[in-house]
């Protein structure tokens, strides 16, 4: 059971980039799905997350209108298009396998199984 997130890398100001995150071993589709980023000297923080059946998204307030989370269960892969970055995007970004315990979004103890992390480094 693993999930591998992809699609990092380095984009100016005001560019987009798309994570990718692929699990197996298991079936996506039962899963919520939860995007998160660490800074260099910060706490991780939920960004986005995304339910079973791709019918409710939720997007932290400093990513609203910007980000876009979704998911094609059948390639067993959520996504996180990301668009108009800024510098304060620069993290890790992570995916993880999560289970609705009740509240939304659900916290990050709901979450146990994560991704290795990818660059995302927005700069001139």
């Known amino acids: 059971v693993q999930l591998q997130a992809s699609g990092g890398g380095l984009v100016q100001p005001g560019g987009s980039l798309r994570l990718s995150c692929v699990g197996s071993?298991?079936?996506?589709?039962?899963?919520?799905i939860g995007w998160f980023r660490q800074a260099p000297g910060k706490e991780r923080e939920g960004v986005s997350c995304?339910?079973?059946?791709?019918?409710?998204?939720y997007y932290v307030d400093s990513v609203k209108g910007r980000f876009a989370v979704s998911r094609d269960n059948a390639k067993n892969t959520a996504y996180l298009d990301m668009n108009s970055l800024k510098p304060e995007d620069t993290a890790v970004y992570y995916c993880?396998?999560?289970?609705?315990?009740?509240?939304?979004?659900?916290?990050?103890?709901?979450?146990?199984?994560w991704g290795q992390g990818t660059q995302v480094t927005v700069s001139s």
């Open positions: 071993g298991f079936l996506l589709e039962n899963y919520v």
């Open positions: 995304i339910s079973g059946d791709g019918k409710r998204p």
């Open positions: 993880a396998r999560g289970r609705y315990g009740g509240r939304w979004p659900p916290s990050q103890a709901d979450y146990n199984v």
